[in-house]
């Protein structure tokens, strides 16, 4: 199945640059491309792509309004918010109106194309640099349940989970507990189903709250 992707960004450069990638992949295409939050919406609604690459800062409607209108569509498609900006405020907007992902531009196009692909399957990814910024302002919110502790993982899930708090890709996590990549998305969706959240932000929340990361278990 081939993924379509959008991609949302007022800069011309930029989107001919992820064009490039993209189309340079056999599981993916891209299908139109939005210089404005506008044009982006209305293309989705149009186009019905999988995935929606969105910058924020954009003329006429900006990003993070354009995701949450997508977001609260019947059929809303999965998007990925790929800006230059990492302030936390839009981190949180971002992932409050509904992004599947967040990522810098200079993520670099390895990760730009896991995100495609993980928005694709359900999945979520964030930045691994925004990641750890993110945990102190996960964990101090209180978030933590009482089923949390009760979350029965296995040792190889606990692994995943302190890999995903250090900011790993799945990629990187496959190759750092030599396993294939297919085991790694098995026990990230096997991880999410215990603990009860949403994405690997949270994942990685739990895991810093009991003591995976500071070498504690």
Do not use: C
């Not at 989107?15 to 189309?23: K, L």
């Not at 800062?57 to 790929?82: C, F």
């Amino acid at each position: 199945m081939t993924v379509s992707v959008l991609i949302a960004d007022d800069q011309a450069m930029v989107r001919a640059g992820f064009s490039m990638v993209i189309n340079s992949q056999s599981d993916m295409e891209v299908v139109a491309e939005a210089s404005d939050g506008v044009e982006a919406v209305a293309l989705s609604r149009k186009l019905m792509p999988d995935v929606v690459l969105m910058d924020i800062r954009m003329p006429k409607q900006d990003g993070l309004t354009a995701t949450k209108i997508l977001s609260e569509s019947a059929a809303a498609p999965r998007i990925v918010v790929v800006t230059t900006y990492d302030t936390d405020e839009y981190v949180y907007e971002a992932l409050r109106n509904g992004a599947t992902g967040f990522l810098l531009k200079d993520s670099g196009p390895n990760l730009l194309l896991e995100a495609i692909r993980a928005a694709a399957d359900g999945q979520s990814l964030v930045s691994p640099s925004v990641t750890v910024r993110l945990l102190e302002h996960v964990t101090q919110s209180k978030r933590r349940t009482a089923d949390w502790e009760k979350a029965g993982l296995t040792e190889r899930e606990l692994d995943v989970a302190e890999k995903v708090a250090r900011g790993r890709t799945n990629g990187e996590i496959a190759a750092d507990l030599f396993l294939a990549l297919s085991t790694v998305k098995t026990h990230l969706e096997s991880i999410r189903t215990k603990l009860g959240v949403r994405n690997r932000v949270e994942i990685a929340a739990w895991a810093w709250e009991h003591g995976l990361v500071g070498g504690d278990r």
